[in-house]
């Protein structure tokens, strides 16, 4: 007899907090589907019922044909294939934790990185509040200064009148 499932293996709830939002839709219609085909077949027994043949061997006239056939029924084994895969992915899966843990702990580094950026964010002024004082307190690399440096508009390097073109070699 060939191995019975009679529960759910998959973890639903974990599944489903993957799943983006605009896929929700089709994530609850199979889990639907699929709950559906898991009750079909828990409803169904698990041995195949038993056949009759006495009665089969007094509604047939032909003699012989059902010992034939019960015969053959009863010589008929269908194989369930053996799982020789499991094996090998699980040593897949073993052999992939260290790498999807490297991976976890740098997004995870990037995760902060990004967080602390935010708090460092939160912390400057409004926009419509910050002025061009408190930015060059802020920013004295980049603010202007028209005073210790005085640059003309659009202030950038192209267009002060100090700029030299950067001089490319030439191809052959």
Request: glycine share 2%.
């Amino acid at each position: 007899m060939a191995k019975r499932f009679t529960k759910t293996t998959i973890n639903w709830a974990e599944l489903q907090k993957l799943v983006p939002a605009d896929q929700k839709g089709k994530f609850l219609a199979f889990k639907t589907k699929a709950d559906a085909y898991l009750r079909r077949v828990n409803a169904s027994p698990p041995e195949l019922p038993p056949i009759d043949w006495k009665k089969y061997q007094s509604l047939v006239p032909v003699a012989g044909m059902v010992e034939k056939f019960q015969k053959e029924y009863e010589a008929l084994k269908i194989p369930y294939p053996e799982d020789t895969l499991s094996a090998s992915i699980d040593e897949q899966w073993k052999a992939l934790q260290p790498e999807i843990k490297a991976y976890c702990d740098e997004r995870q580094k990037e995760i902060e990185a990004a967080t602390k950026e935010l708090e460092r964010i939160k912390k400057l002024p409004k926009f419509e509040d910050m002025t061009m004082e408190i930015y060059r307190d802020m920013y004295p690399d980049q603010a202007l200064d028209p005073v210790g440096k005085p640059t003309f508009w659009p202030h950038d390097a192209e267009s002060q009148l100090d700029y030299v073109p950067e001089k490319k070699p030439m191809k052959k």
